[in-house]
Structures are given as C-alpha cells and as structure tokens.
C-alpha cells in the first residue's frame, strides 16, 4: 500500500470531513476509506511512531487472522497516522457465540493458532490482545486488529502468544474462566487448557454430538452436565 501525503493539517482536517468513523481511542482516531482504515494518531506518544516500525510486520498480512499496517499516513512530512485493510464483522465483545456451532469455533481457534505459530517462529511478541480488537469475520474466522505495538523478541514467545489471545477470547465466549469450567468437569490433567482449546472443543464436540446434532456453543453450558 502506497502512503498518503498531505501538505497540512488544514488539507487532512478537510479530506476526513467526508470519512466515516469506525473507532476512537486515546491515542488515536479510524476513518474508514473505502475498503482501507486510516488510523489517524492523535495521543502523546504519535511523534514516537516511524516507517519502518509501521511497515515492520507488513509480509505477514497474507496471514488468515492478523491485519498488519502496510502504510503510512504524512501530514506536512511528519508521520501522523498508518494504513491497512478494512475488516468487516462484529467485535468479539459484541457477537452472540451462543448460536456458533463448536465445529466453527474449532476451524476459527485453529486458523488463528496455525497463525500464532509463524509470528511466534518469526520472534513477534503480540500485545494489546482484548475482545474489543478481536473481529469475528463472516461468521467463521476470527480477525485481529491493532497490531502496531508488536515487537520483535529473541526468547521464545509461542506459549506466552497463545495464551494472550485465547485467555480473553475464551472469557468472552463463555463468560467464565475456561480453564476452570474445563477441569471441574472433564479435563483435570489438561491444564493448559488456554494454549489447546481447540483440542478441548474438540472432545467436548464429539461427546455433544452423541445427544444432539451440529452441537452450538449454548450446549456446552446447558448440556455438560449430562456427558
């Protein structure tokens, strides 16, 4: 994605009057533009931002679950703001996974897993992991956003990844501490419950399946009792 160049602030402040809103937060504000965010920088630290830490993770946006900055946003040849790809969907904090069949929610937790495993192997440290940067997108695959605080790390980072992301989206989906659901009723000696959920799921899914068909994340709370 080529950058944006504007001479002033005056020449920005009148091109976003025509964008949509789609977040603001304390450092900055998103336009949406198309089918492009700008995420304009307006907290305390903005002047800390350069290029190169916008771009830094840029080759990694042909991954399933995690949307980079591949651009820059200028504003009288200062950095103020960066680019990336428009995802559709619904905040995490926001969708009903009630009504998701387990099935689905396995392929989403595994897509995003296999996704863990190449940033961790490339020394990305992911931060700012919450269910309000968690998009579920078309219903089946989970999105994450607001990647621009990643680092590079030389340690081994893959168990500390994992368990960021599927601490708060497991607490989102099932309103509890998942690990505590998990071994209270079956699992006692998979306590790492928060780096495999999908496994879990997994056997959750098939003993589900010998009551009722195509099982939703609902049964899991109605009908555990009775497994």
């Known amino acids: 994605m080529k950058n944006m160049y504007f001479k002033n602030q005056k020449e920005f402040d009148?091109?976003?009057?025509?964008l949509s809103i789609i977040g603001i937060g304390s450092e900055s504000t998103c336009y949406r533009l198309n089918k492009r965010v700008i995420k304009y920088l307006n907290g305390p630290y903005a002047e800390e931002y350069t290029e190169s830490q916008i771009k830094a993770f840029e080759s990694f946006n042909d991954l399933n679950s995690f949307v980079f900055s591949d651009g820059v946003l200028y504003i009288k040849d200062k950095v103020k703001g960066l680019l990336m790809p428009y995802i559709s969907g619904v905040r995490c904090v926001d969708y009903d996974f009630n009504k998701l069949e387990i099935a689905t929610l396995i392929k989403a937790l595994t897509l995003v897993k296999n996704?863990?495993?190449k940033l961790s192997q490339a020394g990305i440290v992911i931060y700012d992991?919450?269910?309000v940067n968690i998009i579920?997108?078309?219903?089946?695959?989970f999105k994450i956003i607001d990647t621009n605080c990643y680092t590079f790390s030389k340690d081994d980072v893959l168990e500390d990844n994992m368990f960021k992301f599927n601490y708060y989206l497991l607490q989102t989906i099932f309103n509890d501490d998942f690990s505590t659901f998990v071994n209270n009723y079956y699992f006692e000696k998979w306590i790492n419950s928060y780096y495999n959920p999908e496994e879990i799921l997994s056997c959750l899914n098939n003993k589900l399946e010998k009551i009722i068909s195509n099982p939703k994340v609902k049964d899991i709370k109605t009908l555990s009792k009775k497994l």
Do not use: K
Request: proline content about 0%; some cysteine.
């Open 129 to 131: 992991i919450s269910n």
């Open 115 to 117: 996704d863990i495993i």
């Open 136 to 141: 579920f997108h078309n219903d089946c695959q």
């Open 14 to 18: 009148s091109f976003r009057e025509n």
